[in-house]
């Protein structure tokens, strides 16, 4: 059974204080990772998609990685501007574009 | 740009009682579209799935229904609501082509 478990839970910095979510996973055969960015009462908005291992990509002070069991959401030197749920997708090489969500991680950034 | 609107906002309905969201998509032609529930702690769970008008498939067995009546509308809908049926509901548009999923801004529906 595909499966996404994103660690910590909740994860508290201080402004300024780097840190990485984590996002493991098993699939059978991996079409695509996804990124999004949640903020309370809203919908997820879309941040980076990793296709293959070895793949990076970054956006300002957030940078994705992805390797063959797992992804990794680095965010450098970060804002409370930042605080929000990161949750992490995957999209299985078999049936039809179903992506398959972690619960996320809840990021607090204080000043 | 593609623009995803969703309607109501927030909804508070009796149990029982009929439903009726509106999810529409602007700015690109035949999208394949999705509704989801996300319950507190949960990942989103994918409900239904549509590749073209008229044409819907179910995730979940339940008391929900979706429908395609036009190529950028999507409407989820139930006769009777049940307790159960409360969450944040979310639509999302994705190019036919194009695995990455786009949200909407959601609807929170409370079933008393």
């Known amino acids: 059974e595909d499966q996404v478990t994103q660690s910590p839970e909740a994860l508290r910095l201080q402004e300024g204080e780097s840190s990485s979510l984590n996002c493991s996973y098993t699939?059978?055969?991996?079409?695509?990772l996804f990124w999004y960015r949640q903020d309370p009462g809203k919908g997820p908005e879309f941040l980076f998609t990793l296709y293959s291992a070895g793949e990076e990509k970054e956006k300002e002070r957030l940078k994705a990685t992805l390797t063959k069991k797992e992804s990794f959401l680095h965010i450098t030197a970060p804002k409370p501007e930042d605080s929000a749920t990161y949750l992490c997708?995957?999209?299985?090489?078999?049936?039809?574009?179903?992506?398959?969500f972690g619960t996320g991680t809840r990021l607090l950034v204080s000043p | 740009s593609q623009t995803i609107h969703q309607w109501p906002a927030t909804l508070v309905q009796p149990v029982g009682s009929p439903l009726s969201l509106e999810c529409t998509v602007e700015g690109t032609s035949n999208p394949n579209l999705y509704w989801y529930r996300q319950a507190a702690g949960r990942g989103l769970q994918l409900l239904f799935y549509s590749v073209g008008i008229g044409q819907i498939s179910s995730e979940v067995p339940q008391n929900l229904s979706a429908s395609r009546p036009q190529d950028r509308q999507f409407i989820l809908s139930s006769k009777k609501l049940l307790l159960s049926d409360s969450g944040f509901y979310l639509c999302?548009?994705?190019?036919?082509?194009?695995?990455?999923?786009?949200f909407g801004p959601g609807t929170r529906l409370l079933v008393l």
């Open positions: 699939v059978s055969g991996l079409r695509g």
């Open positions: 997708a995957v999209l299985p090489q078999t049936g039809f574009q179903k992506l398959v």
């Open positions: 999302a548009w994705g190019g036919v082509r194009q695995e990455t999923q786009y």
